[in-house]
């Protein structure tokens, strides 16, 4: 793979399937996931590759205008596919704090 893509410019056809869902737990508390499965076939086997996308994300309201979150994510690619690095996994995060006007 090249430059943590799948394959540019040796791609043939690309399918994405994806599945995900929310669970308000209270009123203050939301959970989320989502999953995503790539599956890449190029125009040679170098260009074949599948990629795993995983993220989950938790909301805590603090009032109606203000609420906190934390997402992580990883990332898992497979079959030669990698990012520029030559890794072919990542964890993510992500923690903040959102307020309407």
């Known amino acids: 793979g090249t430059n943590g893509t799948f ?13 995900g869902g929310g669970y308000q737990i ?3 508390f939301n959970l ?6 790539t ?4 125009k040679t086997t170098a260009g074949d590759g599948k990629g795993h996308f995983f993220a989950v994300v938790a ?3 603090l009032s109606k205008r203000t609420d906190v979150y934390l997402e ?3 990332t898992r690619f497979k079959d030669g596919v ?5 890794a072919t996994s990542r ?11």
């Open 32 to 37: 989320g996931a989502h999953y995503w499965l």
């Open 82 to 86: 990698t990012f520029s690095n030559g």
């Open 39 to 42: 599956k890449q076939t190029g």
């Open 7 to 19: 394959a540019l410019g040796n791609v043939e056809h690309r399918d994405m399937i994806s599945v």
């Open 91 to 101: 964890v993510g995060t992500m923690v903040g704090v959102r307020h309407r006007f």
């Open 72 to 74: 992580i994510d990883k």
């Open 26 to 28: 209270t009123p203050q």
């Open 59 to 61: 909301d805590y309201a």
